[in-house]
């Protein structure tokens, strides 16, 4: 069973910076994809990024040109820095990855980022 495992989450004020990390359990050899998602109270789980092992990244449009996503497959491990936080960025963010060839996700336990303004 793989686990991920996150760190990096706080509180910050508006216009600050916070990086997030998440690191599997198992090497990131078969794991095709690993991302990034949020979830504000009362509203949908979105993405905010993701990445496959070879570097294509994706970014959702709420976050584009503030955060940037990255892994370090030798570590198992890919971060989220985020600059320029806004409150509308407050969430409880959650990490997951897939594996090739497979279409079941795997979910972090998730870490809260609070924003204030």
């Keep these: 069973q793989l686990r991920l495992v996150e760190s990096g989450g706080g ?6 910076s916070l990086r997030l990390n998440c690191t599997a359990s ?21 993405l905010v990024a993701s990445i496959t092992y070879g570097g294509t990244v994706d970014y ?8 940037t ?8 491990t ?6 320029s936080l806004q409150s509308e960025d407050t969430a409880v963010y959650y990490c997951n990855a897939i594996y ?11 870490t809260q980022v609070t924003v204030s303004s």
């Design 11 to 16: 509180s910050v004020q508006a216009g600050g």
């Design 26 to 46: 198992r090497p990131a050899l078969n794991i095709k994809t690993m991302g990034w998602y949020r979830q504000a109270s009362g509203k949908e789980r979105d």
């Design 60 to 67: 959702g449009s709420a976050v584009k040109g503030r955060f």
């Design 69 to 76: 996503i990255s892994r370090d497959n030798a570590q198992n």
């Design 78 to 83: 890919i971060s989220l820095q985020m600059n």
């Design 100 to 110: 090739s060839g497979r279409s079941y996700i795997h979910w972090g336990q998730g």
